[in-house]
């Protein structure tokens, strides 16, 4: 188990948990809101773009999303077999 922010482009990956503020709360990085953006237990991710420094791009379903690297972190994935 690893942080999503880890990964290089390309790798595509298993979210096993996501760790974050309690739920219910109103901050943007909290594990509802992440939920609300197709981001759950069992998904499988794609890192589209990961420069090192800023956000990430990664491809969930048929959706792009740009992630923080600090939520990136608190996502906790497996990697996929190629």
Known sequence: MM???????GEKAEILAIRGEKPGC???TCQC??????????????????PGR????VKVDESRLALGR?????IRVRRMRK
């Open 3 to 9: 942080p999503l922010g880890l990964l290089a482009p």
């Open 33 to 50: 809101r992440l939920e609300s953006l197709g981001l759950r237990e069992g998904k499988t991710v794609e890192v589209l773009n990961n």
């Open 26 to 28: 109103h901050r943007c």
């Open 70 to 74: 600090g939520v990136a972190m608190k």
């Open 54 to 57: 800023g956000p990430l791009l």
